[in-house]
């Protein structure tokens, strides 16, 4: 049991909370890294997700960039890219490349299935109100699909936590450096201890991207009827 | 001048091994017992996860569909594990089972389990309620309902879920190089130390080989368990 105390007098050390190599200088490394891939790979899943589902078109692309993003190891495409040449490397650019890719399966899978799994009797009846293309996709589509758009979004979200947190096993900041230290270090206090404030953290972005999707279902806005059964998301692993 | 690099290109023969190539034979034929033991704690470590994560997930989906309040905490449980990022669910692992296989094996079973609990529970929910009523009236029992009519009804979602933890316990046994035991991630981070780019590149095709194998595998088993759908996608 003197791992609980080693964990207690670690995260109770002023030491861990300043400098470099503090907590809260790489907790905003971290999260920077989160949002600016999470955001790029909302840019390119979004927009193509949201075209391919209104023509119908690329189920398969959809589906399948999914089962690629599972299938190929996080580990090893950031080794792969830090051992290739500039401008790849120990670069930010290998960073915001690896996480990116990571991101955009399963916001591209879960759109795409939310966007085809709209009522094509809706989308009838809104042409046959005589919506045009872009009205029935920005009125009916978007509306209706925005819960199963939300939820790729979030397990993008949870699983860039997690990516960045991978990343400092091969050099990279962020959160995941304090675990790869304290395992350097031999020091089961720090390992754990900041193992603890990464699974936390994790909740935590869990947490407020349910809570956004609450708020920016447009179907929650307009009446307080339970929504409709959303499909099974898509997920990969953290 | 011209001696010396004379002498450079008597002594060091040029191959793709020392031009350091990301695509070398040479490595994976003079390398193989690298790579194999490589890819047998691979395959030990996620074939004994993925077993383990479907023996303790089959109880629980049973448990939480007939136990009704077992649901919500079975679900929200399964949320929470699923959250927690895979390198601290190993550094958290590290103070009960040490520097040891187990530690990755217990992290992807808790992982795999998730993911298996949720589509096994799916397929259960999705047995149409008219089928049961007919089993009834044929005077099936509880056990043999579950076995005979719920169960092989339920066999597509609980495919679907096992071809994803499975695909995804292989990707993710390599982070278990942190605690020295990732299979083929262990020649990821050695060929990282040692800038060796066609170790790299040789264990990452073989991880992606194996995920794509196992997925195949499944599909195969899944197509024999279900005959009654062959021909239906």
Request: positive net charge.
């Amino acid at each position: 049991m003197g791992w609980l105390l080693d964990t207690f007098a670690w995260l109770t050390d002023p030491q861990s909370w300043q400098g470099s190599r503090g907590i809260p200088t790489l907790l905003v490394e971290h999260l920077g890294l989160t949002a600016a891939s999470l955001g790029l790979a909302c840019l390119i899943g979004l927009p193509l997700a949201v075209w391919l589902g209104h023509v119908g078109r690329g189920g398969v692309l959809a589906v399948q960039v999914g089962n690629i993003g599972r299938a190929v190891p996080t580990l090893a495409l950031l080794t792969i890219l830090v051992l290739a040449s500039a401008p790849f490397g120990r670069s930010t650019l290998t960073q915001l490349v690896a996480f990116t890719a990571f991101a955009i399966p399963p916001i591209l899978t879960n759109t795409y299935v939310g966007m085809r799994d709209v009522d094509r009797e809706v989308v009838d009846a809104a042409r046959g109100m005589g919506m045009t293309g872009s009205q029935v996709l920005r009125r009916v589509e978007l509306p209706l699909a925005t819960t199963m758009l939300m939820t790729g979004v979030r397990i993008a979200a949870v699983q860039l936590f997690a990516t960045v947190s991978i990343a400092a096993i091969v050099g990279f900041g962020g959160l995941g450096r304090i675990v790869t230290n304290g395992f350097a270090l031999r020091d089961v206090g720090q390992v754990v201890g900041g193992a603890m404030v990464i699974a936390a953290l994790a909740l935590l972005v869990e947490l407020v991207f349910e809570q956004l999707s609450k708020v920016l279902d447009p179907r929650r806005r307009a009446d307080s009827r339970p929504a409709p059964r959303t499909p099974e998301p898509v997920a990969p692993l953290p | 001048m011209t001696g010396l690099v004379g002498v450079h290109a008597a002594t060091i023969t040029d191959n793709c091994l020392t031009r350091n190539d990301w695509l070398c034979w040479e490595y994976v034929t003079t390398r193989s017992a690298d790579l194999l033991d490589g890819t047998r704690e691979h395959l030990y470590i996620t074939v004994v996860s993925v077993l383990l994560g479907v023996v303790v997930a089959v109880p629980l989906a049973v448990l939480a569909r007939r136990w009704r309040r077992a649901r919500p905490l079975t679900l929200g449980v399964s949320t929470v594990l699923y959250t927690v990022p895979s390198l601290a669910m190993f550094a958290l692992l590290l103070p009960v089972f040490g520097l040891s296989a187990a530690t990755v094996i217990t992290g992807l079973v808790l992982y795999s389990l998730t993911i298996l609990v949720r589509n096994f529970l799916t397929g259960l929910d999705n047995v149409d309620e008219e089928v049961r009523d007919a089993a009834r009236g044929m005077g099936f029992g509880r056990g043999r309902m579950l076995w005979r009519v719920e169960v092989p009804l339920a066999l597509p979602a609980a495919f679907a879920g096992l071809r994803v933890a499975t695909v995804s316990t292989v990707a993710l046994t390599t982070v278990g190089t942190i605690v020295g035991f990732g299979g083929l991630g262990d020649l990821l981070t050695r060929g990282l130390r040692s800038d060796f780019k066609a170790e790299v590149l040789t264990a990452s095709v073989l991880c992606v080989l194996l995920a794509v194998v196992f997925d195949l595998l499944l599909l195969g088993a899944q197509r024999l368990a279900t005959p009654w759908q062959r021909g239906r996608t």
